[in-house]
């Protein structure tokens, strides 16, 4: 178990006041003040370890996300024994109704291998819509259609969680209807179009958080429009 929240008594220090703020800010605050407390090093690791151990009966949500990874990425060995013990496939559940294993996705996002992350999410996709889908690569739009609530949920919410709410499938949504479902405009909106000329895989995609909210996962695009249509018209967001 982790040892009770620490006891502040007299004047608080700097990092102690930003554990409070941490503890009690909105996730605007938040998004702030983890990378700051990751920056005071291992007292600042212990801070994160407390209150990620605090929130796991809560909705997980990017502000997890963001503070596994930064405890998944640091050379600090007591995180690494922590995550280890208490989120030892990470802090997304890993939710199949076929049996998929998700955690190497899950591994990548946590690591911010996008692009990689990316490749690996066809490849996913793939798995559950069947052998002849894993075979040629690439899916069809009525594979999407038959795709699991339970499976499209997962991957989109290791997309969000470890994108600090900008990556994944819901987003994109939320973008395809605020635009009345016009695919030029979204196209603009999130990076895959610029004027007339559309961006070419894989170099002028922005494999890191600068990319335009909904950038990505790229759900097979460049095959045309039904595969994303079908995948944003799915169930799952209802």
Not at 28 to 41: D, E, N, R, S
Not at 98 to 112: H, M, N
Not at 165 to 180: A, D, P, Y
């Amino acid at each position: 178990m982790m040892t009770d929240p620490m006891v502040l008594s007299g004047n608080p220090s700097d990092i102690d006041l930003l554990r409070i703020q941490l503890i009690d800010g909105s996730e605007k605050v938040q998004q702030q003040l983890i990378p700051k407390l990751a920056g005071y090093g291992e007292n600042g690791f212990d801070i994160l370890m407390e209150f990620l151990y605090n929130r796991r009966q809560t909705s997980v949500t990017w502000v997890d996300g963001k503070v596994y990874q930064l405890l998944y990425n640091s050379e600090y060995d007591k995180a690494k024994e922590f995550l280890q013990a208490y989120f030892p496939q990470g802090v997304v559940p890993l939710i199949s109704e076929r049996e998929i294993d998700y955690s190497p996705l899950q591994s990548l996002l946590a690591k911010q291998d996008y692009q990689a992350a990316d490749r690996m999410t066809i490849q996913k996709m793939c798995e559950l819509a069947g052998s002849a889908a894993v075979q040629r690569k690439w899916l069809y739009f009525t594979e999407v259609e038959n795709f699991p609530i339970a499976d499209l949920r997962t991957i989109n919410n290791l997309w969000v969680v470890y994108s600090e709410g900008k990556f994944g499938f819901s987003v994109q949504r939320e973008i395809w209807l605020s635009l009345g479902k016009n695919w030029d405009n979204v196209w603009t909106k999130i990076g895959w179009k610029a004027g007339n000329n559309w961006t070419r895989y894989p170099n002028e995609f922005t494999w890191d958080l600068t990319a335009p909210r909904g950038h990505l996962p790229l759900s097979n695009q460049l095959r045309g429009v039904r595969v994303i249509a079908s995948l944003l018209a799915h169930p799952a967001w209802s």
